[in-house]
């Protein structure tokens, strides 16, 4: 711990992060590799390794400690490697991890190389890091601009994997209000990520 790094502890003082960018919040880790800078930074990637976590390995409990445990990854291997495009990086982390995993369980036909497993800035190609970041980002942007009641229904179907019946439980639609917000949630967002594609 850097005590006396008077910036840092001011920060934690007041517990308002919201105006710290990702990038400035890198760029103090890697002046002074302080992990109270990734503490604020890795809450903020939760949803998006949960739902990574989740398209894979189909499980709540695995998908929570897939969360952990790339966490933990991330602190280490940040240690070795200085990220650049952190949301691309850490999304590939995350599915490699889920790969991995399924791999040792043999449920997966997915060969993994030595490659595949290295950490992403050593594979990637700078372009293709901006490219994915880019869009995690557009899909973030759309996914705030729809409706409440849409953006509550995707995030709880693609997202977290529930099904219909849990959705209603949790959001207290009916079900075939679930299902049309499902439906012309997932259209809009197209509709969106495509639009954002066209005027870039």
């Keep these: 711990m850097f005590t006396s790094d008077n910036k840092l502890q001011v920060i934690l003082q007041s517990k308002d992060y919201t105006h710290i960018s990702d990038?400035?919040?890198?760029?103090n880790f890697f002046t002074d590799h302080d992990n109270d800078w990734l503490g604020?930074?890795?809450?903020?990637?939760?949803?998006l390794i949960l739902g990574v976590s989740m398209k894979y390995l189909k499980n709540e409990e695995d998908a929570k400690d897939c969360v952990q445990q790339v966490f933990l990854k991330t602190m280490d291997e940040m240690r070795k490697y200085k990220v650049t495009y952190f949301k691309s990086w850490i999304y590939m982390v995350a599915?490699?991890?889920?790969?991995?995993?399924?791999?040792?369980?043999g449920k997966t036909?997915?060969?993994?190389?030595?490659?595949?497993?290295?950490?992403?800035?050593?594979?990637?190609?700078?372009?293709?890091?901006?490219?994915?970041?880019?869009?995690?980002?557009?899909m973030e942007e759309c996914l705030r601009c729809l409706s409440p009641e849409q953006q509550q229904c995707v995030t709880l179907f693609y997202l977290e994997k529930k099904s219909y019946s849990e959705?209603?439980?949790?959001?207290?639609?009916?079900?075939?209000?679930?299902?049309?917000?499902?439906?012309?949630?997932?259209?809009?967002?197209?509709?969106?990520?495509?639009?954002?594609?066209?005027?870039?």
Excluded: W
């Design 40 to 47: 604020i930074l890795l809450p903020r990637y939760t949803l």
């Design 95 to 105: 599915k490699n991890y889920c790969l991995m995993k399924l791999r040792d369980k």
């Design 23 to 27: 990038e400035e919040l890198l760029e």
């Design 167 to 200: 959705i209603t439980s949790i959001s207290g639609f009916s079900m075939m209000q679930v299902k049309s917000h499902i439906q012309n949630g997932k259209r809009n967002l197209r509709i969106m990520m495509e639009s954002e594609k066209l005027n870039n």
């Design 109 to 138: 036909p997915v060969e993994l190389n030595e490659q595949m497993v290295k950490a992403p800035d050593e594979v990637v190609h700078k372009d293709n890091f901006i490219e994915k970041d880019m869009l995690l980002t557009r």
